[in-house]
C-alpha cells in the first residue's frame, strides 16, 4: 500500500496506479507526517520522503521505518548529496601558515556574504543560517533584553563586522524593517543598501553572495556548492574553508561541507522493506506496458531516478544532518504551548520538532491541560504561555481571565460568524416578537454566557434602547428585560470574575431548568448548552427567541480564531512568540507550492480542528485593519464602554444582529 499526501498525488492518478493487475493501492493522507504515522502502525507500507521529513520522522519512530530507494536529480545521478553548503573565502598564501582556529579567527570584521532569505528557494533557516550558528569561533550568545532575531542579528555584527543578507529576516513586515534600519552594518555589502539586495538575484541570490565575494566586499561567501562550481568553476584565487578551520582548493574532488543534505527517499515499515525493494525497483525500472507501473512511475520519480540504497536506518542515512532536533541551541524563552486533549499535544509535539528541524526559534514545547478555561489559568499562573481559541472565547479571556490577544487566524474570506435572533414559525399569523421593544418579558436562550450571541445581543439592545447604555451590569439587565432565560455557563466561575446574584442567575438559568433538562453547565449535562442546545430550546418551547451563530448551525464553523497570552507578559517574549508562529505558517501553513512535513492549519491523523481550525487560512496581526477584526474589536469595545451615551456602530460585516429571522422547518429538524 502506497502512502502519498493529497497534494501529491490526485484521485486520478491514485485509480491509474491500481488499475488492471496492479499490486499496488493508494492511501491518500493530509501531510507525511500521517503519512509516517500509517507506515509505523502498519496501515501503510512505503511512502516518499525528503531529508526534512526524514529528520522529523526519526524524532518518533527512529526504528519503525527505513529508507530503501534514493531518488536521484536525473541530471545529477553521480551526485552523493541533494545540495551540499559550503563556505567560499579568497586564496591567502598566509593561511598556509597559520592554525586552522587562527584562519576562522581572520573572518572577525571581514564581512560576509550571504544568500538571502526567499520564499522562492526552498532552503529553510535551518540550513540558511547553519554557518553563522555553528561557527566554532563565534559561539552562541544570547542576550535576555533583545528578542530573538535581534540576538541573532548582534551576534553577525559583532563578528562579522558588514554583511549582505538579504531577503526577510523577520515574518512582521514594520519588525523586519525597523531591524534593518538599527543594523544597517548587515546590508552595508549589498549592491543596493536601501532595500537590502543584490543586482544579482540569479539562483536565489547564491550568485549575487559570489559575486559579492569576487569583487572584494566581503572575505567569505556561504552558498550551495553547485553554484560554486558554476560561478567560480576552478578559480584559484578561492578556496573552500572548513568547518574545522582547514582549506582546500576548489579543484578539490572532495569539497568540504558545512552541510550537507541527502536525496528524498522511497522509504517503507521495516517488516516489508527488504522484500519491498527488490519489487519497487523493478516497477519502476521497467515499467513495460503496464499502466499502473507506468502510473506509480510518474508520482515517485518525476523527474528523478530511482537508486538502490544499501540496508540503513534513518539516522545512518542523515549522515551531514544533526539528526537529534534536541541537540540544536536556541536563544529566548521556551513557547509553552497549552493544549486541551491528547490528540491535540501529539500534533503539537510534531509541531514542535518540525519547528526545530526547520530552524525556528525559539523552542517550542507542548502543556497538556484538561480544558480551554484550565488553559486560561494555566496562562495567568505562568506554567504555560499561549493557547488558540474560539473567538467565542474572546471576551471571557480578556475579562475573566486578563488575557491579551497576540494573533488573529483569519478564516476563507466572506466565510465569517453571523449571530441571529431565532424564533419557532408561530402556528398562527401573529408574530408575538415583531421589534427590540417586544422582547421584554419573553423567555431567551443563549448558547453560552459570555459568547459571542450574547455580547452582540447586548450590543445590539443597548443600541436599540432597550437596556442602559451605562450600566455594565449585564447579568442584572439581561434578568431585568426577559422574564426567563437559559445562559449556560453564567453560574460557573469560569465565565465570570465577579460574583453574580443568585437571584439574577437563577432567573438567568429558569428557562434551561425543566423536565427534559436540569443543568444550565456549558457542558453535555446540559441538553440547551451551545448553538444547536439553544434550538432544542426553543424546540422544547423552554424560550421564545434564541440568539445562535449560523456558522455553529447552518455551515461550516468560519468564526475569527485567537492566540491569546498573559495581557503583561514580557514585550520580547511576546514579540519572540509572534514571529515564531508568523514563521510556522510559512512553512506549515498555505505556502504556494510548498510540500509540508505537516499542516498546521490541515486535520492531524485523520482528527480536525486540532490546534487551529481547519477553516484557518493564516495568521494576521492584532493591528490589521481588516474589516473582520476591526468589527470584533469594536464589538468588545462597545461591550465594556459603560460610561459613553452613544456607542460606535457595530461593523456589519462579522457580526450583525437579526431581531426577527423565521428559521424554517428543516433547520430546526
Same mark, same amino acid.
Given at each position: 500500500?502506497?502512502?502519498?499526501?493529497?497534494?501529491? #498525488?490526485?484521485?486520478?492518478?491514485?485509480?491509474?496506479?491500481?488499475?488492471?493487475?496492479?499490486?499496488?493501492?493508494? +492511501?491518500?493522507?493530509?501531510?507525511?507526517?500521517?503519512?509516517?504515522? /500509517?507506515?509505523?502502525?502498519?496501515?501503510?507500507?512505503?511512502?516518499?520522503?525528503?531529508?526534512?521529513?526524514?529528520?522529523?520522522?526519526?524524532?518518533?519512530?527512529?526504528?519503525?521505518?527505513?529508507?530503501?530507494?534514493?531518488?536521484?536529480?536525473?541530471?545529477?545521478?553521480?551526485?552523493?548529496?541533494?545540495?551540499?553548503? @559550503?563556505?567560499?573565502?579568497?586564496?591567502?598564501?598566509?593561511?598556509?601558515?597559520?592554525?586552522?582556529?587562527?584562519?576562522?579567527?581572520?573572518?572577525?570584521?571581514?564581512?560576509?556574504?550571504?544568500?538571502?532569505?526567499?520564499?522562492? &528557494?526552498?532552503?529553510?533557516?535551518?540550513?540558511?543560517?547553519?554557518?553563522?550558528?555553528?561557527?566554532?569561533?563565534?559561539? =552562541?550568545?544570547?542576550?535576555?533584553?533583545?528578542?530573538?532575531?535581534?540576538?541573532?542579528?548582534?551576534?553577525?555584527?559583532?563578528?562579522?563586522?558588514?554583511?549582505?543578507?538579504?531577503?526577510?529576516?523577520?515574518?512582521?513586515?514594520?519588525?523586519?524593517?525597523?531591524?534593518?534600519?538599527?543594523?544597517? $552594518?548587515?546590508?552595508?555589502?549589498?549592491?543596493?543598501?536601501?532595500?537590502?539586495?543584490?543586482?544579482?538575484?540569479?539562483?536565489?541570490?547564491?550568485?549575487?553572495?559570489?559575486?559579492?565575494?569576487?569583487?572584494?566586499?566581503?572575505? @567569505?561567501?556561504?552558498?550551495?556548492?553547485?553554484? @560554486?562550481?558554476?560561478?567560480?568553476?576552478?578559480?584559484?584565487?578561492?578556496?573552500?574553508?572548513?568547518?574545522?578551520?582547514?582549506?582546500?582548493?576548489?579543484?578539490?574532488?572532495?569539497?568540504?561541507?558545512?552541510?550537507?543534505?541527502?536525496?528524498?527517499? @522511497?522509504?517503507? /515499515?521495516?517488516?516489508?522493506?527488504?522484500?519491498?525493494?527488490?519489487?519497487?525497483?523493478?516497477?519502476?525500472?521497467?515499467?513495460?506496458?503496464?499502466?499502473?507501473?507506468?502510473?506509480?512511475?510518474?508520482?515517485? &520519480?518525476?523527474?528523478?531516478?530511482?537508486?538502490?540504497?544499501?540496508?540503513?536506518?534513518?539516522?545512518?542515512?542523515?549522515?551531514?544532518?544533526?539528526?537529534?532536533?534536541?541537540?540544536?541551541?536556541?536563544?529566548?524563552?521556551?513557547?509553552?504551548?497549552?493544549?486541551?486533549?491528547?490528540?491535540?499535544?501529539?500534533?503539537?509535539?510534531?509541531?514542535?520538532?518540525?519547528?526545530?528541524?526547520?530552524?525556528?526559534?525559539?523552542?517550542?514545547?507542548?502543556?497538556?491541560?484538561?480544558?480551554?478555561?484550565?488553559?486560561? /489559568?494555566?496562562?495567568?499562573?505562568?506554567?504555560?504561555?499561549?493557547?488558540?481559541?474560539?473567538?467565542?472565547?474572546?471576551?471571557?479571556? /480578556?475579562?475573566?481571565?486578563?488575557?491579551?490577544?497576540?494573533?488573529?487566524?483569519?478564516?476563507?474570506?466572506?466565510?465569517?460568524?453571523?449571530?441571529?435572533?431565532?424564533? +419557532?414559525?408561530?402556528?398562527?399569523?401573529?408574530?408575538?416578537?415583531?421589534?427590540?421593544?417586544?422582547?421584554?418579558?419573553?423567555?431567551?436562550?443563549?448558547?453560552?454566557?459570555?459568547?459571542?450571541?450574547?455580547?452582540?445581543?447586548?450590543?445590539?439592545?443597548?443600541?436599540?434602547?432597550?437596556?442602559?447604555?451605562?450600566?455594565?451590569?449585564?447579568?442584572?439587565?439581561?434578568? $431585568? =428585560?426577559?422574564?426567563?432565560?437559559?445562559?449556560?455557563?453564567?453560574?460557573?466561575?469560569?465565565?465570570?470574575?465577579?460574583?453574580?446574584?443568585?437571584?439574577?442567575?437563577?432567573?438567568?438559568?429558569?428557562?434551561?431548568?425543566?423536565?427534559?433538562?436540569?443543568?444550565?453547565?456549558?457542558?453535555?449535562?446540559?441538553?440547551?448548552?451551545?448553538?444547536?442546545?439553544?434550538?432544542?430550546?426553543?424546540?422544547?418551547?423552554?424560550?421564545?427567541?434564541?440568539? #445562535?451563530?449560523?456558522?455553529?448551525?447552518?455551515?461550516?464553523?468560519?468564526?475569527?480564531? $485567537?492566540?491569546?497570552?498573559?495581557?503583561?507578559?514580557?514585550? #520580547?517574549?511576546?514579540?519572540?512568540?509572534?514571529?515564531?508562529?508568523?514563521?510556522?505558517?510559512?512553512?506549515?501553513?498555505?505556502?504556494?507550492?510548498?510540500?509540508?512535513?505537516?499542516?498546521?492549519?490541515?486535520?492531524?491523523?485523520?482528527?480536525?480542528?486540532?490546534?487551529?481550525?481547519?477553516?484557518?487560512?493564516?495568521?494576521?496581526?492584532?493591528?490589521?485593519?481588516?474589516?473582520?477584526?476591526?468589527?470584533?474589536?469594536?464589538?468588545?469595545?462597545?461591550?465594556?464602554?459603560?460610561?459613553?451615551?452613544?456607542?460606535?456602530?457595530?461593523?456589519?460585516?462579522?457580526? #450583525?444582529?437579526?431581531?426577527?429571522?423565521?428559521?424554517?422547518?428543516?433547520?430546526?429538524?
Amino acid at each position: 500500500k502506497f502512502c502519498a499526501p493529497t497534494d501529491v #498525488i490526485s484521485e486520478s492518478t491514485c485509480i491509474a496506479v491500481q488499475r488492471g493487475s496492479s499490486e499496488v493501492s493508494c +492511501l491518500t493522507v493530509s501531510d507525511s507526517s500521517e503519512c509516517a504515522i /500509517r507506515l509505523a502502525e502498519g496501515n501503510a507500507d512505503f511512502g516518499v520522503f525528503n531529508t526534512e521529513e526524514l529528520l522529523l520522522i526519526n524524532q518518533f519512530y527512529p526504528s519503525d521505518i527505513e529508507p530503501i530507494i534514493q531518488l536521484k536529480h536525473k541530471t545529477k545521478l553521480s551526485d552523493e548529496f541533494e545540495f551540499q553548503m @559550503v563556505a567560499v573565502i579568497p586564496t591567502d598564501p598566509t593561511f598556509i601558515q597559520i592554525t586552522p582556529r587562527e584562519r576562522l579567527e581572520r573572518l572577525k570584521d571581514n564581512g560576509f556574504c550571504h544568500p538571502g532569505f526567499s520564499q522562492s &528557494q526552498w532552503l529553510s533557516d535551518y540550513i540558511l543560517k547553519y554557518f553563522e550558528n555553528t561557527l566554532s569561533v563565534n559561539p =552562541l550568545q544570547c542576550r535576555d533584553n533583545v528578542t530573538v532575531i535581534e540576538n541573532e542579528i548582534i551576534n553577525l555584527k559583532n563578528f562579522f563586522g558588514k554583511a549582505c543578507r538579504p531577503g526577510e529576516w523577520a515574518s512582521n513586515r514594520s519588525i523586519d524593517q525597523e531591524l534593518k534600519e538599527k543594523y544597517p $552594518e548587515l546590508c552595508a555589502l549589498c549592491d543596493d543598501t536601501a532595500a537590502c539586495s543584490y543586482n544579482n538575484k540569479q539562483h536565489h541570490g547564491h550568485f549575487g553572495a559570489l559575486e559579492c565575494l569576487t569583487q572584494g566586499r566581503g572575505k @567569505v561567501a556561504y552558498v550551495a556548492l553547485h553554484y @560554486v562550481q558554476q560561478y567560480l568553476k576552478t578559480n584559484e584565487s578561492y578556496q573552500f574553508l572548513c568547518p574545522d578551520g582547514n582549506i582546500l582548493p576548489l579543484s578539490t574532488s572532495y569539497p568540504c561541507a558545512w552541510l550537507q543534505q541527502p536525496w528524498s527517499v @522511497v522509504a517503507a /515499515r521495516k517488516e516489508v522493506a527488504d522484500i519491498l525493494k527488490g519489487k519497487l525497483l523493478d516497477w519502476l525500472h521497467n515499467p513495460n506496458y503496464l499502466e499502473w507501473k507506468r502510473g506509480l512511475s510518474r508520482i515517485i &520519480q518525476e523527474d528523478s531516478r530511482a537508486v538502490d540504497l544499501v540496508k540503513t536506518t534513518i539516522a545512518e542515512y542523515l549522515k551531514g544532518r544533526d539528526v537529534d532536533v534536541e541537540n540544536i541551541e536556541t536563544c529566548g524563552k521556551t513557547i509553552r504551548w497549552c493544549t486541551i486533549n491528547n490528540l491535540e499535544t501529539n500534533k503539537c509535539k510534531w509541531v514542535a520538532k518540525t519547528a526545530k528541524v526547520l530552524g525556528v526559534a525559539p523552542s517550542i514545547s507542548c502543556i497538556m491541560s484538561n480544558s480551554t478555561f484550565q488553559c486560561f /489559568r494555566d496562562i495567568q499562573e505562568s506554567l504555560t504561555d499561549i493557547i488558540v481559541i474560539d473567538s467565542n472565547y474572546g471576551y471571557l479571556a /480578556r475579562k475573566v481571565h486578563n488575557l491579551s490577544t497576540i494573533l488573529y487566524s483569519e478564516t476563507e474570506e466572506g466565510k465569517n460568524s453571523v449571530t441571529f435572533a431565532v424564533m +419557532l414559525e408561530p402556528k398562527e399569523d401573529s408574530y408575538p416578537i415583531k421589534n427590540f421593544q417586544d422582547l421584554n418579558g419573553k423567555k431567551a436562550c443563549f448558547s453560552e454566557y459570555g459568547g459571542l450571541g450574547w455580547l452582540s445581543f447586548i450590543n445590539a439592545a443597548r443600541q436599540n434602547n432597550i437596556i442602559s447604555s451605562k450600566s455594565c451590569d449585564y447579568p442584572l439587565m439581561m434578568s $431585568e =428585560l426577559f422574564s426567563g432565560a437559559c445562559t449556560p455557563g453564567i453560574e460557573d466561575f469560569d465565565h465570570s470574575s465577579t460574583a453574580i446574584s443568585s437571584n439574577v442567575s437563577s432567573k438567568l438559568c429558569s428557562a434551561c431548568k425543566n423536565q427534559n433538562n436540569s443543568s444550565c453547565a456549558m457542558d453535555k449535562t446540559n441538553r440547551y448548552y451551545g448553538d444547536k442546545g439553544a434550538i432544542q430550546c426553543l424546540i422544547d418551547e423552554a424560550g421564545d427567541i434564541a440568539f #445562535i451563530e449560523t456558522t455553529n448551525i447552518l455551515i461550516s464553523n468560519k468564526k475569527q480564531i $485567537e492566540v491569546v497570552g498573559r495581557m503583561k507578559d514580557e514585550e #520580547i517574549s511576546r514579540t519572540d512568540t509572534i514571529l515564531a508562529l508568523l514563521k510556522l505558517e510559512d512553512w506549515l501553513g498555505y505556502r504556494v507550492n510548498a510540500r509540508r512535513s505537516i499542516h498546521i492549519y490541515g486535520p492531524f491523523n485523520g482528527t480536525r480542528d486540532l490546534l487551529f481550525k481547519d477553516s484557518s487560512a493564516g495568521l494576521i496581526s492584532t493591528s490589521s485593519t481588516k474589516e473582520s477584526v476591526v468589527a470584533y474589536k469594536e464589538l468588545l469595545n462597545n461591550i465594556e464602554e459603560c460610561s459613553n451615551g452613544s456607542l460606535a456602530t457595530a461593523n456589519l460585516i462579522f457580526i #450583525i444582529l437579526v431581531a426577527l429571522y423565521h428559521l424554517l422547518s428543516s433547520h430546526v429538524h
